[in-house]
């Protein structure tokens, strides 16, 4: 009998220890949950001011959802970016050049413009998703190397643009071949987006 009691006493602490674990994951969660239905009540009435015209007062409460934001992004350990898609990286709002994978980059079509949000997850990770294109325009030129740096780039009229490696291999391109890409209506870029390579 005193061994089955002293079997039982022994048993209790871990259930405790497991019980609190729970207990905390439960009260982050949440919390998390709670800011984020506060700054969605908090969203709504910045668009419900603006489109009353009271720009004054919807600009204090977008000052308050920057904190608000802040708050979540602590709490839950998910912080997130947005940011201009340069040709190869994004340029954040904070100022930070986050590398974007050439695979995401070449497969979305990224195009030099292109507003992108970023997702750090709470182990480091990256997620980024399009939520701006820019308008754009098809171009189709000449798969050619340069010289200088041997990357490789599509020579449209008398325009050069860089190319990302992946996309020019995803195609197996050599010089030479039809290139079709995709660049800013505006023609501004210094980069452009593979849509196909035709073999010459």
């Known amino acids: 009998m005193n061994d089955d009691n002293d079997l039982q006493f022994h048993s209790e602490p871990d259930v405790h220890v497991h019980a609190r674990r729970m207990e905390t994951q439960d009260v982050r969660t949440y919390l998390a949950l709670q800011m984020l239905k506060q700054v969605q009540e908090s969203l709504a009435h910045v668009i419900q001011l603006i489109e009353v015209g009271n720009t004054q007062e919807a600009h204090t409460h977008m000052l308050e959802l920057v904190s608000l934001k802040k708050e979540v992004e602590h709490t839950t350990g ?25 695979n995401y980059a070449s497969k979305s079509r990224l195009v030099e413009g292109d507003v992108l949000k970023l997702t750090i997850g709470m182990d480091g990770s990256y997620t980024f998703k399009q ?10 030129g000449m798969l050619s190397i340069d010289e200088s740096t041997q990357e490789p780039v599509a020579c449209c009229g008398q325009k050069r643009y860089k190319l990302l490696e992946a996309s020019v291999t995803y195609f197996k391109g050599i010089p030479g071949d ?4 995709l660049v800013p209506r505006d ?14």
Do not use: K, N
């Open 78 to 102: 998910i912080r997130t970016v947005q940011g201009v898609f340069d040709g190869s990286a994004m340029v954040g709002s904070d100022g930070v050049r986050y590398e974007v994978s050439t």
């Open 187 to 200: 023609d501004t870029s210094v980069w452009a987006a593979v849509e196909t390579i035709v073999r010459a």
């Open 178 to 181: 039809q290139i079709v890409v």
């Open 131 to 140: 939520i701006g294109p820019v308008d754009r325009q098809r171009l189709v």
